[in-house]
């Protein structure tokens, strides 16, 4: 595991200005805040998916990882409540058509295989360095 400034670094060194996903959740591990269990995949590796779907369990959820694609299901880069491997083989499928249509100049760098977590309160942070106000979070 990566510390957050190792994160950081890594996306700084690569010329991007926001996370991957599964960095970010890293990112928040490292702080000691719960997250739900995951693993990246190469998106052309159907046999590594299906293996870490069957590592973490069902019901999972399904994510596209691409620099150029930061609000991902406005690019049809999530599908949720998998619920076996013949739904998440068809997933990474339907997100490789939806990312071409929606996002054609996209990469998918990696395919981010998590636990499906029950409903609840979902909580979205963001974090910038605003010219006028500096470090910003909001």
């Keep these: ?3 957050p400034a190792e994160i950081i670094q890594t996306a700084l060194s690569e010329g991007r200005k926001a996370l991957f996903e599964h960095e970010a959740k890293e ?14 995949v190469d998106p052309k590796n159907e046999k590594e998916l299906l293996a870490a779907g069957e590592r973490l369990g069902f019901p999972l959820a399904l994510k ?15 599908v949720l409540d998998i619920k076996n491997d013949k739904e998440l083989a068809l ?24 636990r499906m977590m029950p409903a609840g309160l979902e909580l979205l942070i963001g974090g910038l360095r605003d010219d006028q106000f500096g470090p910003s979070v909001a």
């Design 27 to 40: 990112f928040l591990r490292a702080a000691g805040i719960i997250v739900p269990k995951g693993e990246v």
């Design 1 to 3: 595991m990566k510390t």
């Design 64 to 78: 596209a990882e691409s620099a150029e694609v930061l609000h991902k299901t406005e690019a049809g880069a999530v």
């Design 91 to 114: 997933a990474a499928k339907h997100i490789s058509i939806s990312m071409s249509q929606r996002a054609p100049n996209a990469v998918v760098r990696w395919l981010l295989v998590e």
